[in-house]
Each structure stands twice: as structure tokens, then as C-alpha cells.
């Protein structure tokens, strides 16, 4: 077979039709992520306009070239659609319907004809640039599918762009069959690895991403946002460790909300969780990007603070608590008035378990229970070996 350019549109309208159908079997069985289901249309929109515009030159009938122009004009308008759906961002199909409704008004116009293509090239290079654009805007999601999808649109946008100086200088030759080895066969070229690569990409963010959205769940703690029991105890241990290493004192902090199965008795469970929630926003506005805060039990909380003494810890406990009861006098209209308790405990040289220093902030913990609530305790005298150092640095 001959490959020309009416053989390299079949080509291309083929593919952009499989992508199309991958994409949409994609959101089939992901119906929560209408980007799949935005750019599978715009790929069989593709197709279609891709099969007009092949049929135009061939048969001789400049209404194809019309049809295809628009359609494919609205499938970078889906494309833009599509890329802000992506991030969650708003994107009124309006928008995405206004190219081919600028196209088709200015069309009415016969003596406006020859610049109905390079104006929807025009068209297109605007939608596929913001496209772009949104997906950059938010590279902080760190899912490296994103790259190569904004780099497909970036060299997309400059290959439609090309169309642009090719329909002004050649008008002429639109109703014919332009030769393969040109700027318009450079055009057809590109749309199919751009089919291709977009439909992958796509498909591998959506992976990347619902595979990070398990990882968090799975180390998170849904209602809060803070590292679970599981995740806490994990990479406590692992603060632990270099700190023992490089012979760094280590800090715990164990927190339980005072008397909250009473809270939640007299006000119910949503205002119970209001009140563990404003617990958590306190705590971590107070506490250093160092150290790890996570929820370890129902109304339990404990704080692993690396290279930080027993006495910085206390004051920095004292102050969570103090913030606390201070800010949750009324939750709603409710008067609450929660308070919460704290143990520390320490280690001068990271000699102490992991498990050693949850117990002593523990047994502190509850002793400040015992002495009254709404107060923070250092943990009782413990002499534990360590390379000849104590491991906790100083007695409550």
C-alpha cells in the first residue's frame, strides 16, 4: 500500500477512533473521572474530522471540509474540557462549544471563506494551550504522567499552530491533496502520536493517581487528615532511629481528649468529631514541620518530636492544651468546653524504645488525669541504661 496523505488520515482517524474507545472503556469502569470521558469523545470527534477533511479534496465537496473543520475544532475544545476536568476545575461547556460556534457563525459569511481554516487552527492552538496551562498549574501533585501529557499538548499546540501559516499562504491548495512530504502531511503525523500518547498518559495519570489516593488512605486517618495508628508507629520508628544514630535527644507527647464520651453523649457524634478535628488544627498549627503528629486511638493522639529536649517539649504541649481549651469553649452553638491532657516523656540520646517512650508519655499521660485533667505532665523518674547516658532526661 501507497502510504499518501488520504492513506495517512485513514490512519490517523483509525487511531484517534481506538483511543477514543480506550479512553471511554476507561470511564466506564472509573465513571468518577469525566476527563477519561471528555477526551475519549474529543478522540472520536478526532476521527470524524479527520475522515471529513480526507474526503473533502477527494470527492471534491468543500462541505467536508467544513464539517471536519468544526469537528475537530470541538474536539480541542473537549480537550480544554477535558484537561481543567483533570484537576477538578470548573470548565463551562460553553467555553468548550464556543470555537466551533465562532466558526460556524463566521461561515455564513461566503466572503469570509478563506479564513475559516487558519481561524480554527487558531482556535485550536488557544484551546490546546490553555490545556496545557491548567495541567501546569498544578504540577505540586506529584504524579509524573502530568509531564509527558503537558509535553504532547505543548508540541500539539506549535503543530497546529503550523496549520495556521499553511491554510493562509496556501488557500488555494485546500481543495486538493497536498503531498506527503509536507507541512500538512508534518500535521497528520503528529495528530496520530498525539492520539496515542494522550490516550496513555491520560490513562496512566488516572492509575498513578488512584494508586496515591489508596496510599494516603491507607496511612491517614480519614477523618482528620493526620497519620493513622499504623503510619504513626512506622515512621516514628524510623525518626527514632536516626536520631539514635546521630545521638539526638528525642521527645514524646501523648494527648487524650478530656471526658469525651460525655461530649458526645450530651452534643452527638458530630460534634464529637468537630471537637477532634479543632483538636487536630491546633495541635498542628503549634507543632514544628519536624515533627510527626498522628491519631492513635478514638480520642488519642501522640507527637514524636526529633532533636527536641523534654522541657521544649513540655512548653510546646502546655501551649497545644492551653490553645486548645481556649478555642473550643463552643463548638456550633454549643457550649462544649473541651479540654485536653498530656504525658511527655524523653529520651536525651534516643536509647528508648519505641515502645518505652509511648508507655512513660502514657504514665504521664494519666497521671495528669489523676491530678485534675486539662494539664500536661512529664513522665516519673526512670533510670534506663543507655551507653552510660539516662535515657530520660529529666525527672517530673
Partial sequence: MQLDIPTLMVMGSFVAACSGAILLGGWWTNRKVPALALWGISSLLSAAGIASLM?????????FLIVGGNLLTLAHGLIWQGARAIDSKPA??????LGTAI???????????????????????????????????????????????????????????????????????????????????????????????????????????????????????????????????????????????????????????????????????????????KFCAVAAAALRPTDLFGRIGGEEFAVIMPRSSIEAAYIRADRIRASFAEQCRTVGSNAVKATVSGGVAASANAGLSLSDLLEYSDQALYSAKASGRNRVKLAEPKAVLGEGVPAVIRVA
Fill in 92 to 97: 463551562p461547556t460553553v467555553v468548550a462549544l
Fill in 103 to 277: 466558526l460556524i457563525v463566521v461561515g455564513l459569511a461566503p466572503a469570509a471563506r478563506p479564513i475559516i481554516a487558519p481561524l480554527g487552527f487558531a482556535i485550536n492552538v488557544i484551546y490546546v494551550v490553555a490545556g496545557a496551562i491548567s495541567l501546569w498549574l498544578c504540577r505540586q501533585e506529584q504524579l509524573p504522567a502530568r509531564w509527558p501529557l503537558i509535553g504532547l499538548l505543548v508540541v500539539h499546540a506549535v503543530v497546529v499552530a503550523s496549520g495556521v501559516h499553511f491554510t493562509l499562504h496556501l488557500a488555494e491548495a485546500l481543495d486538493q491533496v497536498p503531498p506527503l512530504m509536507s507541512l500538512f502531511g508534518m500535521i497528520h503525523f503528529e495528530s496520530i502520536v498525539f492520539s496515542i500518547g494522550t490516550a496513555a498518559f491520560l490513562m496512566a495519570l488516572v492509575i498513578e493517581r488512584r494508586e496515591a489516593a489508596t496510599k494516603v488512605a491507607a496511612t491517614t486517618d480519614p477523618l482528620t487528615g493526620i497519620a493513622n495508628r499504623a503510619a504513626f508507629v512506622k515512621v516514628a520508628g524510623r525518626v527514632l532511629e536516626r536520631c539514635r544514630q546521630d545521638g539526638a535527644p528525642v521527645s514524646m507527647i501523648m494527648f487524650d481528649l478530656d471526658r469525651f464520651k460525655s461530649v458526645n453523649d450530651t452534643f452527638g457524634h458530630a460534634t464529637g468529631d468537630a471537637v477532634i478535628q
Fill in 55 to 63: 474526503l473533502g479534496p477527494v470527492l471534491r465537496e468543500p462541505s
